[in-house]
């Protein structure tokens, strides 16, 4: 008894032993080539024939990323967690980083997530933000990457435009494989009872509430009455570092925006234009849309920018009309529309729309200026040359006459 106790005791290493490499090994298998393979599989059957790389540029880019640290403050990885999904996206799928290497991921997010980052903003916004991250997001606490610049945010050096070239490529892959590439991907899956992986097919691809789209979608009622207080915190946390204090669009960024940010104090607006811009953001420049906001703060923001119009007009006598109405049909109803709505023939091809004079009133020093010198960084060009100057200043009248006000609100 006591010999086969004490055998018993001596061999306890041996039993320790097996067991401790038992356990490694069940640990190593099921947290390292279990994960690993369904991973592998799920690349293998989830993915595009031909997942697009990244150009040269764009593999630059990515190294300047890695190196300034963007990926201590910005994760690249869109959960599978409702949270998530409602702010960003669709949740990555393995397939869409496995280029990436070594991986940018990231684990903290002091900044947004950036894995569809591509699609959200225009250069001219990158480009100002990173330069001085606060002339642009009042109260950001990025850091600015001014020696990426050559004194100003308009003169990029090489690598901010290797940065920016990759931060547009995030998210694309996904977006190129479009609705087909996810039908496919949700068919070979083979995941109909899987609820997780359901979740990554089930939202919008992106959600960013900063994405600008155009127009038409879903506008929110707006209620009648707005706080002007809260309109007025709102505007100068918000959109004062690109329009200006008092709305003359001279902030700090708009120095670099182009086309630059309007002179809302210059212009009359009907409501509806106010809350399309602000909903939709205006597609191809750097306003963003504003959709995190309620209607509530929407209305305050929509009182605040008509707020900033002054100024009486002088009555416009209609013989200078009919002149103008003869050089505009002749000359702008391919873009601005026979009846000024911004929807002429031409009109789609533009990636920033044509004026709706409909719904919006520039004042006659701004009309005379865009059609003497055009409007920078749009399809508006300068009419000086081939239109008389007093043709110029007839054609300015009469767009000017064809708002329509607030139409009923
Ligand atoms: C100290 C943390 C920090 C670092 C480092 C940092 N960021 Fe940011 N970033 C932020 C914060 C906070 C915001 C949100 C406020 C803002 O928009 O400025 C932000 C916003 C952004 C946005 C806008 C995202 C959106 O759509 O709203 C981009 C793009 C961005 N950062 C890119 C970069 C790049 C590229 C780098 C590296 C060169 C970088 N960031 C480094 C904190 C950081
Ligand atoms: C990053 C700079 C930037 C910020 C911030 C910004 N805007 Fe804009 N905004 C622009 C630019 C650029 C345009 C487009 C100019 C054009 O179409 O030529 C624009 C257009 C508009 C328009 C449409 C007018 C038009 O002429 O088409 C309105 C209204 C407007 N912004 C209001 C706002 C409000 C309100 C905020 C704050 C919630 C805001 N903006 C924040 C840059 C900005
Ligand atoms: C090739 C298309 C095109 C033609 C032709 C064209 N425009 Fe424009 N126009 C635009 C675009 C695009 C804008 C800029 C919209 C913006 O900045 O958001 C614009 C802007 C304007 C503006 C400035 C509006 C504002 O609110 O500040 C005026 C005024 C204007 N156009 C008048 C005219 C007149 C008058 C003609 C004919 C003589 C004309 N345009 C011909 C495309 C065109």
Same mark, same amino acid.
Not at 310 to 326: I, M
Not at 339 to 360: C, L
């Given at each position: 008894?006591?010999?086969?106790?004490?055998?018993?005791?001596?061999?306890?290493?041996?039993?320790?032993?097996?067991?401790?490499?038992?356990?490694?090994?069940?640990?190593?298998?099921?947290?390292?080539?279990?994960?690993?393979?369904?991973?592998?599989?799920?690349?293998?059957?989830?993915?595009?024939?031909?997942?697009?790389?990244?150009?040269?540029?764009?593999?630059?880019?990515?190294?300047?990323?890695?190196?300034?640290?963007?990926?201590?403050?910005?994760?690249?990885? *869109?959960?599978?967690?409702?949270?998530?999904?409602?702010?960003?996206?669709?949740?990555?799928?393995?397939?869409?980083?496995?280029?990436?290497?070594?991986?940018?991921?990231?684990?903290?997010? *002091?900044?947004?997530?950036?894995?569809?980052?591509?699609?959200?903003?225009?250069?001219?916004?990158?480009?100002?933000?990173?330069?001085?991250?606060?002339?642009?997001?009042?109260?950001?606490?990025?850091?600015?990457?001014?020696?990426?610049?050559?004194?100003?945010?308009?003169?990029?050096?090489?690598?901010?435009?290797?940065?920016?070239?990759?931060?547009?490529?995030?998210?694309?892959?996904?977006?190129?494989?479009?609705?087909?590439?996810?039908?496919?991907?949700?068919?070979?899956?083979?995941?109909?009872?899987?609820?997780?992986?359901?979740?990554?097919?089930?939202?919008?691809?992106?959600?960013?509430?900063?994405? /600008?789209?155009?127009?038409?979608?879903?506008?929110?009622?707006?209620? *009648?009455?707005?706080?002007?207080?809260?309109?007025?915190?709102?505007?100068?946390?918000?959109?004062?570092?690109?329009?200006?204090?008092?709305?003359?669009?001279?902030?700090?960024?708009?120095?670099?925006?182009?086309?630059?940010?309007?002179?809302?104090?210059?212009?009359?607006?009907?409501?509806?234009?106010?809350?399309?811009?602000?909903?939709?953001?205006?597609?191809? /420049?750097?306003?963003?849309?504003?959709?995190?906001?309620?209607?509530?703060?929407?209305?305050?923001?929509?009182?605040?920018?008509?707020?900033?119009?002054?100024?009486?007009?002088?009555?416009?006598?209609?013989?200078?009309?009919?002149? #103008?109405?003869?050089?505009?049909?002749?000359?702008?109803?391919?873009?601005?529309?026979?009846?000024?709505?911004?929807?002429?023939?031409?009109?789609?091809?533009?990636? *920033?729309?044509?004026?709706?004079?409909?719904?919006?009133?520039?004042?006659?020093?701004?009309?005379?200026?865009?059609?003497?010198? #055009?409007?920078?960084?749009?399809?508006?060009?300068?009419?000086?040359?081939?239109?008389?100057?007093?043709?110029?200043?007839?054609?300015?009248?009469?767009?000017?006459?064809?708002?329509?006000?607030?139409?009923?609100?």
């Amino acid at each position: 008894m006591t010999t086969r106790a004490g055998r018993a005791l001596r061999m306890a290493y041996v039993v320790a032993m097996v067991a401790g490499v038992a356990f490694f090994v069940m640990s190593v298998t099921l947290l390292g080539v279990w994960p690993g393979r369904v991973l592998d599989r799920q690349v293998r059957t989830m993915s595009p024939e031909r997942a697009l790389g990244l150009t040269v540029s764009e593999e630059r880019g990515r190294a300047i990323y890695g190196r300034e640290g963007c990926a201590y403050c910005h994760t690249q990885q *869109i959960r599978f967690v409702h949270a998530d999904m409602r702010r960003f996206g669709a949740p990555t799928l393995a397939w869409e980083t496995r280029f990436d290497y070594p991986h940018l991921w990231g684990t903290r997010r *002091i900044g947004p997530d950036l894995a569809r980052a591509g699609s959200v903003r225009t250069d001219d916004w990158h480009f100002a933000h990173l330069f001085a991250p606060r002339s642009v997001v009042t109260d950001s606490v990025m850091p600015s990457y001014a020696w990426l610049f050559d004194g100003s945010p308009d003169r990029p050096l090489q690598g901010a435009r290797d940065l920016v070239v990759y931060l547009q490529s995030l998210g694309r892959a996904r977006e190129l494989a479009g609705p087909d590439g996810e039908a496919r991907a949700r068919e070979r899956c083979d995941c109909a009872g899987d609820h997780t992986m359901q979740m990554a097919f089930g939202s919008a691809l992106n959600a960013s509430p900063a994405r /600008t789209r155009t127009s038409g979608t879903d506008v929110p009622v707006l209620p *009648i009455s707005v706080n002007e207080r809260r309109g007025r915190q709102l505007y100068a946390a918000n959109c004062a570092s690109c329009h200006g204090p008092r709305g003359a669009g001279d902030g700090p960024a708009a120095a670099s925006l182009v086309p630059a940010p309007s002179d809302l104090s210059s212009h009359e607006y009907a409501t509806a234009r106010i809350v399309d811009a602000l909903w939709n953001g205006v597609a191809g /420049t750097a306003m963003q849309a504003w959709r995190d906001y309620p209607p509530d703060d929407l209305a305050a923001l929509t009182g605040v920018v008509q707020g900033f119009h002054v100024g009486q007009d002088a009555a416009v006598p209609d013989s200078l009309l009919a002149t #103008g109405e003869r050089v505009y049909v002749a000359n702008c109803v391919q873009c601005h529309g026979r009846d000024g709505r911004g929807d002429g023939s031409a009109a789609g091809e533009f990636t *920033i729309a044509p004026t709706n004079f409909r719904t919006q009133r520039p004042s006659m020093n701004s009309s005379l200026r865009a059609l003497r010198e #055009g409007v920078r960084g749009t399809r508006m060009a300068s009419w000086t040359g081939r239109l008389s100057e007093s043709e110029i200043v007839a054609v300015a009248a009469y767009v000017r006459s064809l708002y329509e006000s607030n139409g009923g609100r």
